[in-house]
């Protein structure tokens, strides 16, 4: 469908049709193309292009005209009325709402981004329902969304890792039994936290290769920006901030911007600080591999009481499992599987078999519950690269 907008409404991933203008008065070599990057908004809007045809039904369309936030049932309804259904939806029924959430905020989180970068105002009206199906998800069964975010990219590692942050959040508030308002704006937190990266020089915030001292300095100042910028963004609660005010300080005041000890950090700061490192470690980025979750956690164990809080770190490994949601392992009958659900018993999660590990070759996938199998158990943690399969598998 063609549709007429304003250069204000543009947004990344869309489809220009036509820029509605000679050739000679903007600096593009063609008329029809994706938007791809914040750049080439840029270069339009000092065009002076009033006018822009845009196709969306090859690129995303104008965001919703603002609404003042409503949901329709509180999420405390929505939990309750799915543990009368006979408990929390089965993974696979949640998964299909999860896949819309998740690239539902992606998608979000990207755009803003691009107009932070141009100097527009972060707002809150937009945030809140693209929250609202991410919480509403992680009440039914967190393990959805945990699972889609083990499916990361190199290339998009800055809008990839705020969802995941959000989503992680989420799901460790929900393990430690916090109401539904403190879930969702630890989740508001997440998707924030690194908004101050739009201010940190490209060459550093991509580099492939360690940073240097004087780098680092540069890049430890995008939690100072995180703050000025969401200082700004009226009715932010002080605990969506403190999440992107404090996920780099430490529990033994090692850490920054402030330098910030033991209570002085918030409870919610105190959870980013952990949930950071653990999203962190566990993806993909241009200068080291991803780490397996089990390694994760074992990383955080031995930062607990210096760089975290030990309660908490034993809270969050409680939350995401021994064997999170989405990591490969290998099973005592020689069969590859991954964790597609985690319940009551963390060493015995539900599982999908995939791969008779002794022949190497791929099976009719099967679902099973290992806490119902007395012969069948986990062997051990295993490595995506190691048996060349993808996390998506």
Request: a positive charge.
């Amino acid at each position: 469908m063609l549709k007429k907008i304003t250069a204000q409404q543009l947004r990344i991933g869309m489809f220009i049709n036509d820029l509605e203008c000679s050739w000679l008065k903007h600096p593009f070599t063609l008329n029809k193309f994706l938007i791809e990057d914040a750049q080439e908004i840029q270069k339009i809007r000092s065009a002076a292009i009033k006018s822009i045809e845009i196709d969306t039904s090859k690129g995303l369309d104008v965001l919703p005209v603002k609404t003042k936030y409503v949901q329709t049932k509180p999420l405390k309804d929505i939990y309750k009325s799915n543990q009368n259904k006979g408990g929390i939806n089965n993974v696979k029924v949640e998964m299909q709402a999860a896949k819309i959430a998740y690239s539902e905020a992606e998608t979000f989180i990207t755009n803003m981004m691009a107009d932070v970068k141009m100097g527009i105002q972060v707002e809150l009206e937009q945030i809140n329902p693209v929250i609202n199906k991410l919480s509403e998800s992680i009440l039914r069964n967190p393990n959805a969304l945990l699972g889609l975010s083990r499916i990361r990219t190199m290339d998009k590692y800055t809008f990839e890792h705020s969802v995941s942050f959000s989503v992680l959040m989420m799901s460790f508030a929900k393990s430690m039994g916090k109401d539904e308002e403190f879930i969702r704006l630890v989740g508001i937190g997440g998707l924030l936290h690194d908004i101050g990266k739009t201010l940190t020089p490209d060459h550093i915030l991509n580099k492939p290769s360690k940073l240097t001292a004087d780098e680092f300095v540069i890049m430890k100042e995008h939690v100072v920006h995180s703050r000025l910028i969401l200082e700004k963004t009226k009715g932010l609660s002080q605990i969506s901030m403190d999440v992107a005010a404090m996920h780099h300080e430490k529990f033994d005041g090692n850490g920054y911007p402030k330098g910030l000890k033991g209570d002085e950090i918030s409870f919610a700061g105190q959870m980013a600080a952990i949930v950071d490192v653990y999203d962190a470690l566990t993806a993909e980025r241009c200068y080291h591999k991803c780490r397996e979750p089990a390694e994760a956690l074992k990383f955080l164990l031995n930062g607990a009481g210096t760089h975290f809080n030990p309660e908490l770190v034993k809270q969050f490994i409680q939350s995401v499992g021994i064997y999170p949601v989405g990591c490969l392992v290998l099973l005592n009958n020689n069969y590859l599987a991954k964790v597609i659900e985690i319940k009551d018993n963390m060493l015995k999660p539900i599982v999908e078999v995939f791969l008779n590990a002794k022949k190497r070759s791929y099976v009719p996938r099967q679902i099973i519950d290992l806490s119902t199998q007395t012969e069948i158990n986990i062997q051990s943690p295993e490595s995506y690269d190691k048996w060349n399969v993808k996390p998506e598998v």
